[in-house]
Structure formats: structure tokens, C-alpha cells
């Protein structure tokens, strides 16, 4: 489909590939932050896993290690909370999370701008590193990755997609126009869609069998920290609404704003 703009005669297309760039720069920091990373010895990339992967003995203590005594000290007891979602510990971890950060996050980016994007995929980070400490205290295992701060976008998303008009509004007979739909979806009213249920439901049940058995999507037997991930998705979902003020149209009035416009310039 298009759209004709009758005040500069000219057809617009959406362009194949926008990832909005907040999106993109995210991307960008985790792919850099892998290469440098992958490119040092064992050793050095065990240390900066140690020191900006995300332990809960560093603020929980634990039995036999002095309180102060952990690689980076007190800048990395501070960055711990946010470091450790850059860092991945392998290609197939690092091409999941960017697979749906771009899915999440895009819908989530374009309806709450930069600004309050990033603002709100840092608290989803943090709190799902603080939700995965409380099941793990005194625990010197070391949590790395992005999902803890996607399944974040992914509770924020589970808030409007499903919304008419909206990118999955036709699920419910909607026509999906492109647009962030603006309604305020509350919480309860969130949970009361039957597909915002099942959609939660499923990744919740999803994350567990995984967590519980080990095993990856890509049929590996790995370490998953679904704790991480439960408590970014219930951050994600129990607090959108303080990043998602409700915005006005052109005319002043509550409306529609959408994605933004393309426009082909000769």
C-alpha cells in the first residue's frame, strides 16, 4: 500500500527497512561491545564478564568473599545493574536478543520516543537483574545478556499491540494502519483482552520450560536466567504506562499519532 500526499503530488512509500534508530544504536553498542570482547583472550573476556556481568553476591554477600573484594569494585557494584545487558556470551545469544529487540522494541520506540525508550529499557534491565538477585542470593553466578531488558519491551508492547488500530489490532477485526494506537490501555484492561492473556500466558510458560530444562531454542543445553527474564516482563508490563504519557493530534485534541511519515523528495 501507499499513501498520496495531495499537497506536494507526490507518492509515498514506506521505506522496506526502518528500524527506528534509537533501535539501531542499541544494536550497535551490543554488536561492538561482543566484537571487542570476542577478539581477547579467555581469560580477559572471563574478567570482563566478572566484572560487568551482573552477580548477586556483589550486593547479597556471600559465604568465604569480604564484601568489596569483586572485580571493578564499586563502579562495577554500580553498572552491574545495566552492564551485563550488553554483554553476550555467544553468537547464537547475541542474534536472539537482537532478533527481538528489533521486534519489541521497534513498536515500543515509536510510540514512546527516545528519550523515554531508553529510560525505560534501562529500568527493565535493572529490574530484572534485581528480580533474578532476589531468587539468588548469595549466588557468584554471573548474568549476561540483553533478554532480561527485551522481555521488558516485550511486557511494555503486550500493553497496546493488540489494540485497534495498531500492528496486531486486526486480530481482533481491526484494520492496522500503520499507526501506535493511543489509547491508554490500563493495566486491567490489558489483562482483560483474552489475547494480551494468551500472549503472556504462553511466553510465560514458554520461559519456564526453557529455563527449567535448559534447553535453548536451538536445541543446546545452556544456563538461562529466567528469572531475569520473568522480572523485565513483569516490569515491562506493570510499568509502561508511567513512560507512555497520552499525546495529542495536530488539532489539540487526543488522537492518533502515528509513526511517522515518509515522504520521496525529487
Known amino acids: 500500500m501507499s499513501e498520496f500526499d495531495p499537497t506536494q503530488g507526490v507518492r509515498k512509500e514506506p521505506p522496506a527497512f526502518n528500524v527506528p534508530s534509537v533501535i539501531l544504536g542499541l544494536l550497535s553498542a551490543m554488536w561492538l561491545v561482543y566484537a571487542l570482547v570476542s577478539f581477547e583472550d579467555m581469560q580477559t573476556q572471563i574478567n570482563v564478564m566478572a566484572q560487568y556481568g551482573f552477580m548477586p553476591a556483589r550486593y547479597t554477600g556471600t559465604e568465604g568473599v569480604v564484601y568489596g573484594n569483586f572485580p571493578g569494585g564499586l563502579l562495577s557494584d554500580i553498572l ?146 529466567w528469572e531475569a527474564h520473568l522480572g523485565g516482563f513483569l516490569a515491562g508490563l506493570l510499568l509502561f504506562g508511567f513512560f507512555d504519557p497520552l499525546q495529542r493530534s495536530a488539532s489539540g485534541g487526543p488522537g492518533n499519532v502515528g509513526y511517522g511519515e515518509w515522504r520521496d523528495k525529487k
Open 80 to 225: 552491574g545493574f545495566v552492564s551485563y545487558a550488553f554483554l553476550h556470551g555467544s553468537l547464537t545469544h547475541i542474534l536472539l536478543n537482537s532478533v527481538w529487540l528489533v521486534v519489541f522494541g521497534t513498536p515500543v520506540a515509536r510510540r514512546i520516543g527516545v528519550v523515554r525508550f531508553l529510560s525505560f529499557y534501562l529500568v527493565c534491565a535493572a529490574l530484572a537483574a534485581i528480580f533474578h538477585m532476589m531468587l539468588h542470593v548469595g549466588s557468584t553466578g554471573v548474568v549476561i545478556g540483553a533478554s532480561g531488558a527485551v522481555s521488558g519491551l516485550m511486557g511494555g508492547a503486550a500493553r497496546f499491540i493488540f489494540l485497534t488500530p495498531g500492528p496486531l489490532g486486526a486480530l481482533q477485526g481491526g484494520t492496522p494502519n500503520g499507526q501506535a494506537p493511543r489509547a491508554q490501555a490500563t493495566l486491567f484492561q490489558s489483562l482483560s483482552d483474552r489475547r494480551t492473556l494468551i500472549f503472556v500466558g504462553l511466553w510465560v510458560g514458554l520461559n519456564f520450560l526453557f529455563g527449567v530444562s535448559g534447553l535453548s531454542p536451538n536445541g543446546a543445553t545452556v544456563s538461562i536466567a
